[in-house]
């Protein structure tokens, strides 16, 4: 009986010592965790004050890169900073960016220029993103005038040009289709419609 209880009793304690080490091991290890929680927060803060307080200087590095929307191409370009940018913090620049957009178009002649990105803001070095992005071909409307085949503007409103095709030699799936008119969203696809029908 009593090697029962003392097996029991030593069962007993193993298990509290467990249930000890166990709580131990999670109390230290949710210490840890707060603790890190604690740095990352405080090294956050300490960013985004310095983020705050940073200016761009004369010897702050200007990059400008050329994004064509279009095509998805990028060139990069080391340029002299404009004096209008000196000084400024990270709010102030994105305020004036957002401003003077429509001043660049017309000072550089940038008709396709349609907007202004702060990619990287630091005292060492400040990154601008030109985006260009060319406007949508003019759609065209094609049709049948007096047996021959015109071209309207994509409004039905200017004829743009009568390309001397006689419907009479075009088949009648064709001609029927021009005698409703139909619409040509690109100078390519009206190119390549003029081109069968001249073969």
């Known amino acids: 009986m009593k090697r029962k209880y003392g097996v029991i009793c030593c069962f007993f ?4 010592l ?7 091991s999670y109390r230290y290890s949710q210490k840890v965790v707060e603790e890190k929680v604690r740095e990352k927060e405080a090294e956050l803060s300490t960013e985004v ?16 890169e050329l994004y064509h929307a279009d095509t998805e191409e990028t060139v990069t370009e080391e340029r002299t900073m404009p004096s209008e940018y000196a000084g400024k ?11 003077s957009l ?3 178009k017309q000072e550089e002649g940038e008709e396709y220029l349609t907007n202004l990105e702060l990619v990287s803001f630091s005292k060492e070095k400040l990154v601008i993103r030109k985006v260009y992005t060319e ?25 743009l040009e009568r390309t001397g095709i006689l419907t009479a030699n ?15 969203e690109s100078e390519k696809d009206l190119y390549s419609i003029l081109e069968n029908f001249s073969s």
């Open 49 to 64: 004050v310095s983020n705050k307080e940073q200016r761009i200087t004369s010897e702050t590095r200007f990059i400008v």
């Open 170 to 184: 075009l088949p009648v799936e064709e001609i029927q289709k021009l005698e409703q008119g139909y619409r040509v």
């Open 89 to 99: 913090t990270r709010g102030e620049l994105l305020e004036y960016l957002k401003d």
């Open 102 to 104: 429509e001043a660049q």
């Open 18 to 24: 467990l249930a000890v080490m166990c709580y131990g």
């Open 13 to 16: 304690g193993a298990s509290l």
């Open 135 to 159: 406007p949508e071909e003019s759609a065209y409307y094609l049709t049948a005038v007096e047996g021959e085949v015109v071209i309207y503007d994509g409004d039905k409103t200017k004829l």
